[in-house]
T-cell receptor, first 115, second 111 residues
Framework: IAGITQAPTSQILAAGRRMTLRCTQD?????MYWYRQDLGLGLRLIHY???????GKGEVPDGYSVSRANTDDFPLTLASAVPSQTSVYFC??????????????FGPGTRLTVL | RKEVEQDPGPFNVPEGATVAFNCTYS??????FFWYRQDCRKEPKLLMS???SGNEDGRFTAQLNRASQYISLLIRDSKLSDSATYLC????????????FGAGTRLFVKA
């Protein structure tokens, strides 16, 4: 593994189903993030974790939950998917605390369609 | 008003042209600034950081104007491979959870 991996690459899901998006990084970054990207809206933060064992809510957390049991993994769960959760989901990681030049590294994304 | 605003474009330019993008931000406490590049159906990747003194990386020059709260990206001698979406990114603190991404400016470079 080099960098950040996400699974699945894409998924079509029936509304009401539960879904977990997986994210794993091997850079030993303390912080990890989940974003969704929708046309015209840019990247919006769903949840984040500054260190293993802690999580926080971002701009659009409703309908999503996360856990951070260890440094490497940061799964995102949709408990009961709705069509408005159709989006491209990106996982990212960075150092924390961050210096002014620290940046985020992104996984390849998961394209989720909820019907 | 959005915290980070960009002209969505698209900018359509011929190869060899010079093109510039601007981005404005609303939080005067913002501390760090970046340009990311995102290719179609790919993840965003860091293009360059933006410093108060400005910085240059080959054909790319980034500038920061704190007084007017905007940053800019200049691309000289555009290549076909520069076609992408350019995201303006602003961080208001020492945590990535304070990072705000602009919606992006699309650039198409034509032969």
């Amino acid at each position: 593994i080099a960098g950040i991996t996400q699974a699945p690459t894409s998924q079509i899901l029936a509304a009401g189903r539960r879904m977990t998006l997986r994210c794993t990084q091997d850079m030993r970054h303390n912080a990890m993030y989940w974003y969704r990207q929708d046309l015209g809206l840019g990247l919006r933060l769903i949840h984040y974790s500054n260190t293993a064992g802690t999580t926080g809510k971002g701009e659009v957390p409703d309908g999503y939950s996360v856990s951070r049991a260890n440094t490497d993994d940061f799964p995102l769960t949709l408990a009961s998917a709705v069509p408005s959760q159709t989006s491209v989901y990106f996982c990212a990681s960075s150092d924390f605390p961050a210096t002014p030049t620290d940046t985020q590294y992104f996984g390849p994304g998961t394209r989720l369609t909820v019907l | 008003r959005k915290e980070v605003e960009q002209d969505p474009g698209p900018f359509n330019v011929p190869e060899g042209a010079t093109v510039a993008f601007n981005c404005t931000y609303s939080n005067s406490a913002s501390q760090s600034f970046f340009w990311y590049r995102q290719d179609c159906r790919k993840e965003p990747k860091l293009l360059m950081s933006v410093y108060s003194s400005g910085n240059e990386d080959g054909r790319f020059t980034a500038q920061l104007n704190r007084a007017s709260q905007y940053i800019s990206l200049l691309i000289r001698d555009s290549k076909l491979s520069d076609s992408a979406t350019y995201l303006c990114v602003v961080n208001a603190g020492t945590g990535g959870f304070k990072t705000i991404f602009g919606a992006g400016t699309r650039l198409f470079v034509k032969a």
